[in-house]
């Protein structure tokens, strides 16, 4: 299961089901299809460090930024000097400020409240699918997701960093 999740309201925004055996970066594409509000930021781990995330956003959303942590063996473009990519001011910023400060300066950290999203989907509705074939499965996953954008319209949690 692969969903998309606003990182300020905390609701699933899109979502596709496939086999295991599916790049998750391939689904990029069906999942900004079904975003109808203005994307300002696409953020994801590690696994979508690939020319068509980029690609597949710009073509969405060409305004968004795009943050994703490039691989530790990532090498800058060959426009990285003359017309730098997205991708060549995360690395630019990874060797100037470490990985860490990387996260702070791009707002990666925001990833961590639709981790906790994810968490919430799995605590509420469980970590595996109750149906056996790919149409239910479908249907199981809308309802829960409707099920949790519904809980979420009764109040949201706020986070507090305590030191």
Known sequence: ?????????????????TTNDVDEASQVGPLLDQVADPTAS???????????VYGEVAARHPDAVVIVPPRSSAVPSATA??????????????AERGRMGWQKVSGY?????????????KRVIGGTLR??????????????VGV??????????EYVRVP
Request: charge should be negative; glycine fraction near 8%; hydrophobic fraction near 40%.
């Open 81 to 94: 000097e003359t017309a730098p990519t997205q991708r060549d001011h995360h690395l630019r910023a990874i």
């Open 109 to 121: 950290n925001w990833r961590a409240l639709v981790e906790a999203d994810i968490s919430r989907f």
């Open 42 to 52: 696409f953020t994801v781990d590690g696994a979508y460090d690939q020319d068509g």
């Open 1 to 17: 299961m692969h969903i998309g999740v606003d990182a300020d309201t905390g609701r699933i925004v899109a979502s596709t089901l």
């Open 131 to 144: 149906s056996r074939t790919s149409g239910r499965r479908a249907t199981e996953v809308t309802i829960a």
């Open 148 to 157: 949790l954008n519904r809980m979420l319209e009764l109040g949201r949690p």
